[in-house]
């Protein structure tokens, strides 16, 4: 079956950095997602990775191996307003998005 | 980028009668619209994929008499939920992709949810 792995929540300090991990097992693979979601609202897209490598937005990054099925959104200097869920989803060989839980983001002060 | 508006935001209902969900593409045209669906500390789970001109593809497990999909235009959809009932009570959102950019990018754009009461 497919799968999508990433934590059901973290909680980080504002200023510093997090890493959430993505681990996933699907029919092909045409490229993983990550979206941030705040509560009650629709996802924010964040990253897309189709390649292996470190692609880096501001103080968003996204990281990817293929060859693990591995995946991890990098946020740097945390603020406030990054307390969110954020969600890893990747598309598998019929173009469909399979979407993980989501990890819940806490950021304390 | 491009937008995706949702309509609307908020909507209750009594158990029994039908709700529309409007999803609209602003400045482009989306050939094809995805709906999904999320209850609370879930994950989206898609339930069809709209497509303009013709029948929308159904995920497994979704009723397609009771979630009514239409495309009518390439920059509207609708989801009508029909006979809704209290276990219909869910997050909808839509998403599209902009033939422009989102086909390299792969990024999708989601309009901002419909959260549903059905009482």
């Known amino acids: 079956g497919q799968n999508i792995d990433q934590p059901t929540e973290m909680t980080a300090t504002e200023g510093a950095i997090v890493q959430i991990n993505c681990t996933y097992q699907?029919?092909?693979?045409?490229?993983l997602f990550w979206y941030q979601q705040h509560a009650g609202e629709a996802p924010t897209f964040l990253s897309y990775n189709v390649l292996d490598g470190l692609e880096e937005k501001g103080r968003f990054s996204s990281f990817l191996s293929r060859s693990i099925g591995y995946s991890y959104l990098l946020l740097k200097e945390l603020q406030m307003k990054d307390s969110a869920s954020y969600l890893c989803a990747v598309m598998d060989s019929n173009y469909q998005l399979i979407w993980g839980a989501g990890t819940k983001l806490i950021i304390k002060p | 980028g491009a937008v995706v508006s949702q309509h609307p935001s908020w909507v209750i209902c009594k158990s029994g009668t039908s709700v529309k969900i409007e999803c609209r593409s602003l400045d482009f045209q989306a050939t094809t619209m995805f709906w999904y669906r999320q209850f609370p500390k879930q994950s989206l789970m898609l339930m069809a994929t709209s497509n303009e001109g013709s029948k929308a593809t159904y995920e497994q497990g979704v009723e397609k008499d009771k979630f009514l999909i239409n495309h009518a235009s390439l920059t509207l959809s609708t989801l009508t939920v029909t006979s809704a009932h209290p276990e219909d009570s869910s997050f909808y959102i839509c998403?599209?992709?902009?033939?422009?950019?989102?086909?390299?990018?792969?990024?999708?754009?989601f309009g901002e949810g419909s959260r549903l009461t059905v009482l």
């Open positions: 699907t029919s092909g693979f045409n490229g």
């Open positions: 998403s599209a992709r902009d033939p422009a950019t989102g086909v390299d990018t792969g990024e999708l754009f």
